[in-house]
């Protein structure tokens, strides 16, 4: 059931958003992107289908048109497929979703009931992105994968095949996984971690770009401690929990510091000036950013329509943390 526009009040109906185009899929995606993680009510506490429904609406009414989310995200896909109903005649809703199992020789046959699964839930006949989600790193199960991905995208089921590049470690491991799935040639689309405190997926956008693969990145707020609400000692009661006190107060302590070198650029909250970060990359695609409710979705969209970093400030963020990549290994 949808959740009335007034128990979330008036939407700006001011259209905001920018696109940039997918690599060669064709596809154009607004350079802010909806990360629904958040509001399928795991991870970060529980989100009612009317708050869900309004962030989503809020984003839509925008002018965003990119919406991510996965099987595993528990409610997501649901709240997804049920607004998604309201705005069926809107064609430039683009939607992607992405694979829970493993990649057995199994597993794989059951990539397409896991794809039928998530259309159900989406209320749709195909996604527009499907993401292999945390994908095999062996070359002969890659080709396995693959083989079947591409089967489903002459079925019409998926219109562009996507890796979503491993979760929490990024090293030079993860960066030659991009590389991997880049030069297959049969992935249209990656998606990778890339934040002010991790940079090192940056050395792969220039190939991807080149083989006309798009790029869209995740954990630009980096689970939400790039905010800047947070400071050292706060005790968090969801999935943030799984870092130690010392790693904690560690990544705040950075974020402080952050948080001061951006006062340069006083127009931003710190929030703003992590995604603004990200966007002043010209190879990325779209950035997908969660959110809870409606305020935090227009603060987000926000940064996409503000001036780019100014130089100094750029100079002090490019390459500043690459050295803690591994700090967000539990």
């Given at each position: 059931?949808?959740?009335p526009a007034a128990c979330g009040g008036?939407?700006?109906?001011?259209?905001?958003?920018?696109?940039?185009?997918?690599?060669?899929?064709?596809?154009?995606v607004s350079e802010v992107g909806f990360g629904a993680w958040a509001i399928g009510g795991i991870g970060y506490g529980e989100v009612s289908e009317c708050q869900a429904y309004n962030c989503l609406e809020t984003y839509i009414e925008a002018g965003g048109n990119y919406i991510d989310t996965a099987r595993a995200y528990d409610e997501s896909e649901k709240y997804i497929g049920r607004i998604?109903?309201?705005?069926s005649q809107n064609d430039d809703l683009i939607i992607s979703t992405k694979t829970t199992?493993?990649?057995?020789?199994?597993?794989?046959k059951d990539i397409r009931k896991e794809l039928d699964c998530s259309l159900r839930m989406l209320k749709r006949d195909y996604v527009d992105v499907y993401f292999l989600h945390n994908p095999p790193e062996d070359s002969e199960v890659i080709k396995r994968v693959l083989d079947q991905m591409q089967e489903l995208k002459f079925q019409g089921k998926i219109r562009t095949v996507g890796a979503s590049i491993k979760s929490s470690k990024v090293d030079d491991n993860t960066v030659n996984?991009?590389?991997?799935?880049?030069?297959t040639g049969k992935v249209d689309v990656i998606q990778v971690i890339y934040s002010i405190l991790r940079?090192?997926?940056?050395?792969?956008?220039?190939?991807?770009?080149?083989?006309?693969?798009?790029?869209?990145?995740?954990?630009?707020?980096e689970s939400?401690?790039?905010?800047?609400?947070?400071n050292i000692g706060h005790t968090f009661n969801d999935?943030?929990?799984?870092?130690?006190?010392?790693?904690?107060?560690?990544?705040?302590?950075m974020v402080a510091d952050i948080k001061f070198n951006s006062k340069t650029q006083e127009i931003m909250t710190l929030g703003q000036a992590a995604i603004r970060f990200v966007l002043d990359n010209k190879y990325i695609s779209t950035a997908i950013i969660g959110a809870k409710n409606k305020e935090q979705v227009m603060e987000n969209i926000l940064a996409a329509n503000i001036s780019p970093i100014n130089k100094k400030l750029a100079l002090k963020l490019k390459g500043k943390f690459t050295h803690i990549d591994n700090l967000f290994n539990p």
């Open positions: 059931m949808h959740c008036e939407l700006n109906p001011k259209r905001l958003m920018k696109k940039r185009f997918l690599g060669n899929t064709g596809l154009a998604l109903t309201k705005y199992k493993g990649f057995s020789a199994e597993s794989i996984l991009c590389r991997q799935y880049i030069l940079q090192k997926n940056a050395s792969v956008f220039k190939q991807a770009y080149e083989h006309g693969v798009g790029i869209v990145v995740r954990s630009v707020l939400g401690f790039l905010t800047g609400k947070y999935q943030r929990n799984r870092w130690s006190r010392e790693k904690l107060d560690f990544i705040l302590g």
